[in-house]
């Protein structure tokens, strides 16, 4: 079926697959409400295939472990760090 927009209407028995950042799922829908819920609800509607749930678990470990690799930048730097740096550059 290919892409499809936000909007698309679903079906009770569709199966749908959804991205957040790295994760992927894989979901089934089972019932629909005709109004809008809370999530609570909507979560009892659908379920995730079991191949989808093992591998979201085996990506969130591999994650965890390459994460202290990566660490993010620690933003700017502050006023005495930048003292530290310019006696650096002077040679002090």
Same mark, same amino acid.
């Given at each position: ?6 909007? /698309? @209407?679903v ?6 697959? #959804? ?8 979901? %089934?829908?089972? +019932? @629909?409400?005709?109004? $809008?819920?809370?999530? +609570? ?5 659908? #379920?995730?295939?079991?191949? +989808?749930?093992?591998?979201?678990? %085996? @990506?969130?470990?591999?994650?965890? +472990?390459?994460?202290? @690799? ?7 730097? %502050?006023? /005495? ?5 310019? $006696?650096?550059k002077?040679? /002090?």
């Amino acid at each position: 079926d290919g892409p499809v927009k936000r909007a /698309r @209407l679903v079906q009770v028995g569709d199966e749908i697959r #959804l991205r957040q950042g790295p994760y992927e799922y894989r979901i %089934t829908v089972h +019932s @629909l409400n005709p109004r $809008r819920g809370p999530a +609570s609800e909507a979560a009892a509607m659908y #379920l995730e295939s079991e191949e +989808s749930r093992a591998a979201r678990e %085996t @990506l969130a470990i591999q994650l965890k +472990s390459v994460a202290p @690799l990566f660490r993010p930048d620690q933003g700017r730097p %502050t006023k /005495r760090d930048r003292r530290q740096i310019e $006696r650096f550059k002077r040679g /002090r």
